[in-house]
């Protein structure tokens, strides 16, 4: 396998791993009608996702913080789904 494959592979499993992290601490949410996440914009879920990932990985917390942000930050607090029905 390539370099340049196995590091999207690492970058995506990594995503996957803070978006799971971020749902079960309750930081991000799927819209029951559209299946988009959401950011919920709570700190202390937040809090929470970075607690539950320095349990379950031996990354430092400051590289977890990272991660768990940059997914975050992909999200808007409303579904865009949503958004585009309101406008209609």
């Known amino acids: 396998m390539s370099g340049s494959k196995r590091l999207l592979e690492d970058l995506e499993a990594d995503r996957q791993w803070a978006e799971s ?5 309750g930081a ?9 996440l959401v950011d ?12 539950a990932g320095r349990q379950e990985s031996s990354e ?3 590289a977890i913080r990272h991660k768990l942000q940059n997914v975050l930050n992909d999200y ?3 579904c865009p789904g949503c958004e585009a029905n309101a406008a209609d």
């Not at 991000?28 to 988009?36: D, I, S, T």
């Open 76 to 78: 808007g607090d409303e």
């Open 21 to 25: 992290m971020l749902l079960d601490a």
């Open 28 to 36: 991000l949410k799927e819209c029951e009608l559209h299946g988009y």
């Open 40 to 51: 919920q914009m709570d700190s202390s879920a937040f809090e929470d996702a970075v607690l």
């Open 60 to 62: 430092n917390e400051e």
